[in-house]
């Protein structure tokens, strides 16, 4: 028996940052979800549902603020609420 090669080589994965715009990998970044008008992080990586990627620096969390980039990636319309999310980034 002989073995093929591989059709697909090894993709490495990279999500993009709705802050800063730049692609990292997902161990880099902090996923997000949205549950009732809640932005929600997702620190294990398993909560069900659209997810988005943010560095976990304040920085970050405020460009997406001022871009508006929280309903975009989820697809929502309407402001969400990401104080909770503010909160985790900065340790409070």
């Known amino acids: 028996m002989t073995k093929t090669a591989d059709a697909r080589p090894e993709k ?3 999500r993009t940052c709705i ?3 730049k692609r990292s990998s997902p161990t880099e970044l902090l996923r997000m979800t949205v549950s009732g008008g809640l932005v929600l992080p997702d620190p ?3 909560a069900p549902g659209r997810g988005a990627h943010l560095h ?3 920085e970050c969390f405020e460009l997406a603020v001022r871009r508006k980039a929280f309903p975009r ?3 929502v319309p ?3 609420e990401a104080t909770g999310l ?3 980034i ?3």
Do not use: D
């Open 12 to 14: 490495v994965r990279e």
């Open 19 to 21: 802050g800063c715009r």
């Open 73 to 75: 990636a989820f697809k």
């Open 86 to 88: 503010r909160e985790h």
């Open 78 to 80: 309407g402001p969400l």
């Open 44 to 46: 294990g990586r398993r």
């Open 90 to 92: 900065s340790g409070e």
């Open 56 to 58: 976990p620096t304040i």
